[in-house]
């Protein structure tokens, strides 16, 4: 991992330890689990994992369960290994409904300071007393309420009395706020549902303001960090905490110790998301490519979720690079796609393998060995590091070679192999092209050439200068492989960006993927899944995380060797 550069955030850590304010920080990833992580996660999870391992702090991984209808098992795990593949450790594991009796008792103390009420308007009719940006809202009639009365309502609306829907607890502060948030909103709400971690417990559940600032305070989280959509929201988080000192409330102390909490006053930061263009990142869009079958799942290899990038061969290093450089400000930005492939590539580059393979064969015959001639090569596994040391690579005179580096008619600047021209075959020698031999349609189906013996390595032609070199595998020793070859899956930079009735689902690519059967030299025949390697001049490849099998194997293309968009 590169150095991190210092950002508005750091600096404020940087000062509040300076200053004493802490002494060790305390920080938290909190996603809601309807759903898989995404790129966007991954810019938080580095964020608040990042600062707490430079630092010598914590983070704690906190599951926001607080919305019993749309939440699952399967999500939780997944974020679970997400976090880890991204190589971080949390301090805590919580979920925000193992605080639900805390809520609770909070609630009651505001009930109680008459900092909240039990309001009986209905959903719509909340709205039409809300007011709007221009309008001042109106009090609901049931304010006054006392809190006796507030009180009774309230352990009523705990018990199950009241229909979903029918009251809610609203916290009392300002109708006429020129923030709308801080127009009494409401804390909680009935709903006669069962939650995954507590059954039928509760039928009454915290709003996400109210029990995402009670659980950063019950945690002793020092910097709340999220998105900048929150910015309007920070005036109740600190109208929660000013009027909750859950740190200092007799009345949690138990429930507190029983979870084994440290509570203190936190403070919430914005940071601005982290977007990409080509594609879309919202849960409910890429829920809706997997429900609709436009994709093969969560996990597919073009999908921006963790999974679908670490399926694609992207790894966790290259990740956590491109979120440290893309920084963190309050800008709104949409960042270049080709900045995260081109940190896969540099990772990759210092990393992987080098191999041969060839995804589009041509026959090519070297007509001056003899016919059954075979020889083993040896070849050093990275270019640039000796350390990978080398392999063995079967020759003989049979190979195929990649069909585009062949062309009967060039056009100018050419530098492959042409009727008549000569190329280095790597690690073999410069060969010259003899002979074309074509099918009944006259497609080219083989290429006869001869071999000058004197540019072997080693040969004294062996340094003669020549324009090209191409790749290639031997033919009897050479195993075959599925290999799935991605493109980007929407086709315009702002997939998102709705316009002349089209929706992003318009912009999907049709080429995506093209699977191709490739012939891979034999070195490739027995490696595990997710084994990363460069296949000379073709780009970067990954066996598949699930469909590869030794003796069966899969492999994903990453990216290609270059931006294939780049002017
Ligand atoms: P989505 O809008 O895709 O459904 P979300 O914000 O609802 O995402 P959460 O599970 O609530 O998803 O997110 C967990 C954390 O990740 C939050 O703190 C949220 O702010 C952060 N996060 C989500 N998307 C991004 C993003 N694009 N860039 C940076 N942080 C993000
Ligand atoms: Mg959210
Ligand atoms: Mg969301």
Redesign the pocket.
């Known amino acids: 991992d590169t150095p991190v550069p210092n950002h508005f955030i750091r600096q404020i850590v940087i000062d509040d330890l300076e200053a004493g304010k802490h002494a060790v920080i305390q920080t938290r990833?909190?996603?809601?689990?309807?759903?898989y992580?995404?790129?966007?996660?991954a810019?938080?999870?580095c964020l608040n994992f990042g600062l707490a391992q430079e630092f010598n702090g914590r983070c704690n991984l906190r599951f926001?369960d607080t919305n019993p209808a749309k939440e699952e098992q399967e999500y939780v795990d997944a974020i679970k290994e997400d976090v880890e593949w991204l190589g971080y450790h949390w301090a805590e594991l919580r979920h925000a409904s193992d605080y639900f009796e805390l809520f609770y008792r909070c609630a009651v103390r505001l009930i109680q300071d008459g900092k909240a009420f039990v309001c009986d308007l209905n959903a719509e009719e909340v709205r039409a007393y809300r007011g709007t940006l221009t309008e001042p809202g109106k009090p609901s009639p049931y304010r006054d309420r006392s809190v006796a009365e507030n009180l009774d309502l309230f352990n009523r609306m705990k018990a199950g009395e009241f229909d979903d829907g029918s009251r809610t607890l609203r916290a009392k502060i300002d109708m006429s706020s020129g923030n709308i948030n801080l127009r009494d909103p409401a804390l909680y709400r009935i709903r006669k549902v069962s939650h995954q971690n507590t059954g039928d417990a509760w039928c009454i559940y915290p709003m996400y303001d109210y029990a995402h600032a009670l659980s950063d305070a019950f945690e002793g989280i020092t910097h709340s960090?999220?998105?900048l959509e929150?910015e309007d929201h920070r005036p109740l988080y600190d109208w929660c905490l000013d009027s909750l000192p859950v740190w200092n409330m007799p009345e949690l102390a138990d429930e507190l110790a029983r979870l084994q909490l440290k509570p203190g006053r936190s403070r919430q930061i914005e940071?601005?998301?982290?977007?990409l263009d080509f594609l879309v990142?919202?849960?409910?869009k890429?829920l809706a490519l997997v429900n609709d079958g436009l994709v093969s799942g969560w996990d597919d290899a073009r999908m921006p979720t963790l999974r679908g990038i670490r399926r694609r061969g992207y790894t966790p290093e290259a990740l956590r690079n491109f979120v440290r450089n893309a920084g963190v400000t309050k800008q709104e930005s949409v960042l270049e796609y080709s900045l995260l492939e081109n940190e896969v590539r540099n990772d990759l580059d210092a990393r992987a393998e080098r191999r041969m393979a060839v995804i589009d064969p041509l026959k090519l015959v070297i007509t001056n060995l003899p016919a059954d001639h075979q020889e083993t090569l040896t070849l050093s596994n990275h270019p640039k590091d000796e350390t990978k040391g080398q392999r063995q690579v079967g020759f003989a005179s049979t190979v195929y070679i990649e069909r585009e580096d062949f062309m009967e008619v060039p056009p100018k600047g050419f530098h492959r192999l042409v009727p008549g021209g000569e190329v280095r075959l790597r690690s073999v020698g410069i060969i010259k092209c003899e002979e074309l031999i074509k099918d009944a349609e006259g497609q080219v189906i083989e290429l006869r050439c001869s071999l000058d013996l004197t540019s072997r390595p080693g040969g004294p032609g062996a340094d003669r200068k020549i324009k090209g070199t191409i790749h290639w595998v031997s033919a009897v020793h050479a195993i075959q492989a599925e290999v799935r070859l991605y493109d980007r899956l929407f086709t315009v930079a702002d997939p998102d960006d709705d316009r002349d009735g089209k929706t992003y689902r318009d912009y999907l690519n049709p080429d995506s993927v093209r699977v191709v059967t490739a012939y891979l030299e034999a070195s490739l025949q027995d490696i595990a899944p997710e084994s990363r390697y460069q296949f000379e001049r073709l780009g970067y490849f990954v066996t598949d995380r699930l469909d590869h099998q030794p003796g069966k194997p899969v492999f994903n293309r990453i990216c290609t060797l270059r931006d294939s968009y780049a002017k």
């Open positions: 990833f909190p996603p809601e689990p309807n759903g992580l995404h790129l966007g996660h810019k938080s999870i926001d960090l999220c998105t929150f940071f601005s998301r982290l977007n990142m919202s849960k409910r890429l």
